[in-house]
């Protein structure tokens, strides 16, 4: 999980190598999937996070995140297999 620019992804990762071009290809744009603006920006040394996950399974992910801009907290269950938000 990360933020660049406002705009929060989450990176995937296993045991096989993969190029640049792959990993990019392979990251969730949660902005995009939940029609957030990049209107959240990371404050330099607040250590807590705007944005946690933590695997429910092997491919099911529960993702959470605060969106500051609007003082709102978002939570979903996305399925990395199935490339989609399940819940």
């Known amino acids: 999980m990360f933020n660049n620019d406002g705009v929060f992804y989450l990176r ?25 603006d990049n209107h959240t920006m990371c404050i330099f ?7 946690t996950c933590c695997f429910v399974t092997d491919n099911i992910v529960y993702i959470n995140l ?11 269950i996305y399925d990395v297999d ?3 938000m399940v819940g």
């Open 12 to 36: 995937t990762f296993g045991k096989e190598s993969r190029d640049e071009a792959d990993i990019e290809a392979d990251e969730l744009n949660i902005n995009k999937l939940i029609g957030l």
């Open 45 to 51: 040394t607040f250590p807590d996070p705007y944005i």
């Open 66 to 76: 605060f969106h500051n801009a609007t003082l709102t907290h978002y939570h979903l």
């Open 82 to 84: 199935a490339k989609r």
